[in-house]
């Protein structure tokens, strides 16, 4: 009886635990929400700030909870808020230059060069730019090079030395661990699968690898040369013989234009703007500033133009903030083509691909949209495989010079454990009505039939992804298939091949879009809307991201990027039309 009253009081109390903690997350999230909509004042003699040590995505994301409305968020920290609150800064009075202060920027290439075009628009308003760094990475620099002035600690450190990337190869770890891949592809150069058919890049993979990183090379240095006056060949020999690894040769270099302290700097900022060393510098965050800035967006209740964000892996499913689904994004191109005041539709892609099936769902629904109103893309860091099978059907397509796009290819992967289940001594024995019941078992190995049924389910996607490109590109399939076989490709080499209209970020597209149907007067509405669920909220208040935080504290940051692609991966379902997107540009 004693054992049961025990048991009994301790469900209880953890139910009143429960309630307890809910109504405490309750309150914080009122308390959050009601915070984060306090006023940002900006003061006169102001320095924008511009610290982006967060994760930078293209869309912040709009989300909704319906039975808690107060948790509702609409963030302002997205790309294309900072974008907006850098050229509105260039407008206001009260901001008198912009400090990029030690920054370790966490953005791709393609989203570093459209802040880095937005601060070249701010420096044309005649106000300055002033940066400061401990140290610079190579991808902080290519932002950085654009100030005015440079600052270096005299201790401090600049990573200029080319570009690079680096891929692991897991033949031999399968053929030890007794785990595998059993991989079914087509295209020479669909190297997403390659690193579980070989131990060495292959020739066709290094040729595409050292294709786009020359060109996003080429463009990292064009634009480096321009702001700071250096010829890309003298800063190529720069980079070829470390020519800035101390802060003597970075400025002996160019690279740099003073070597001081932070509080040097800071004083160097203040004199810019007429005030004494002692008195306060006023600044003003970047995020908070785009908050600020938002609120100032002209209105138009007449006409709006839609941009519909995809931005993540595609998964088959509803999609969220983290990965692309057709449901999210079906919903949102349906409705912009349903709303009368919206005239036009930009698709903002910024995909590595996925899915076949959600990638041909979506394509579907841009299809039937672009019969109602236009539809032009742009595209983001990447846009390629299923990320391109989306976006070809569009009435245009932008991208950005150091995009990288194509990948016109498709595989299939399947885990087979057979050696593993050997080792161990387990045996699997299927009992079957028909010869083909099993279409496939983790514990044996792929014969030649299921091999037959599965390369002809992926021909046959192969197939329609070249017509579809054919089809929206006005091609012949067979000179896509001349430029497919899943090659990658700079945004630079798209607009020469045709697989691009125009190199141009999303405000060219947005202008674009607003000639095409004619209108002057007009405002953006963001899309995709995210309805959130209890579980979801959960999530939001950060129970399941300290965890993570847990797991990437004991495996270190290389380690669990690795978990993560090995967890991405087994979410991985049909065929994929996808690009290696862990690489990394370093």
């Known amino acids: 009886m004693n054992f049961i009253k025990r048991v009994f009081s301790t469900v209880i109390g953890i139910f009143v635990f429960l309630f307890i903690c809910f109504g405490f997350l309750i309150i914080i999230g009122m308390l959050f929400g009601s915070s984060s909509k306090e006023a940002v004042v900006v003061k006169d003699n102001s320095i924008l700030e511009l610290k982006l040590d967060f994760p930078i995505k293209d869309y912040a994301a709009k989300t909704t909870f319906k039975e808690y409305p107060f948790l509702d968020t609409d963030e302002k920290n997205g790309l294309f808020d900072l974008i907006y609150a850098i050229d509105y800064a260039a407008t206001d009075a009260k901001i008198k230059g912009i400090s990029i202060d030690n920054n370790f920027i966490m953005a791709g290439v393609s989203q570093t060069k459209a802040l880095r075009d937005a601060l070249v628009r701010f420096k044309e308003s005649g106000k300055f730019i002033m940066s400061y760094g401990d140290i610079y990475s190579q991808k902080d620099y290519y932002l950085n090079s654009v100030a005015d002035t440079l600052f270096l600690n005299p201790v401090g450190l600049i990573e200029f030395k080319g570009l690079s990337t680096e891929r692991l190869y897991f033949k031999d770890f399968q053929e030890k661990s007794g785990i595998k891949m059993e991989v079914v592809r087509l295209g020479k150069y669909k190297s997403a699968v390659e690193p579980y058919l070989e131990n060495e890049m292959s020739d066709n993979n290094r040729e595409q690898i050292s294709a786009y990183l020359n060109g996003i090379w080429t463009e990292i240095k064009k634009d480096i040369s321009i702001s700071r006056n250096i010829s890309t060949e003298t800063l190529n020999t720069i980079a070829e013989n ?45 995020e908070d500033y785009a908050s600020y800035a938002a609120n100032k967006k002209p209105y138009s209740i007449k006409n709006k133009i839609a941009v519909i964000y995809t931005e993540g892996q595609i998964f088959y499913g509803e999609g969220d903030e983290t990965y692309v689904g057709q449901g999210a994004v079906n919903k949102a191109l349906e409705e912009a083509r349903n709303n009368d005041k919206i005239k036009a539709i930009v698709l903002r892609v910024n995909s590595p691909g996925g899915s076949a099936l959600a990638s041909e769902l979506i394509w579907r629904e841009v299809d039937l949209t672009k019969k109602v109103k236009p539809v032009i893309v742009s595209m983001g860091d990447v846009a390629a495989s299923g990320g391109y099978y989306i976006a070809c059907n569009a009435n245009k397509i932008f991208a950005e010079p150091t995009t990288i796009t194509g990948s016109i290819g498709v595989f299939g992967t399947l885990p087979n454990v057979k050696g593993l289940a050997d080792k161990w001594g387990i045996n699997a024995e299927q009992v079957v009505t028909n010869k083909n019941a099993v279409t496939y078992s983790f514990f044996e190995p792929m014969d030649d039939g299921q091999r037959a049924f599965i390369k002809e389910s992926i021909s046959s996607v192969y197939d329609l992804f070249t017509n579809r490109v054919a089809q929206g590109r006005g091609m012949s399939q067979e000179a896509v298939h001349n430029i497919a076989q899943g090659r990658v490709w700079t945004g630079v080499d798209a607009v020469t091949n045709g697989l691009v209209d125009e190199l141009g970020g999303l405000d060219e597209a947005i202008k674009y879009a607003a000639k095409l149907v004619e209108i002057e007067d007009y405002m953006t509405t963001e899309y995709p809307i995210f309805e959130k669920d209890l579980d979801k909220m959960l999530q939001g208040f950060g129970l399941i991201q300290s965890k993570e935080d847990l797991i990437k504290e004991e495996l270190g940051d290389e380690n669990y990027k690795i978990l993560q692609e090995v967890k991405a991966m087994t979410k991985q379902k049909g065929v994929q039309l996808m690009f290696p997107f862990a690489t990394e540009i370093k």
């Open 242 to 286: 470390l020519e800035s690894r101390t802060p003597e040769l970075a400025l002996k270099s160019g690279l740099i234009d003073k070597i001081a302290y932070h509080d040097e700097y800071l004083n160097s900022i203040k004199n810019n703007i007429g005030i004494n060393n002692n008195d306060e510098l006023n600044t003003v965050e970047i």
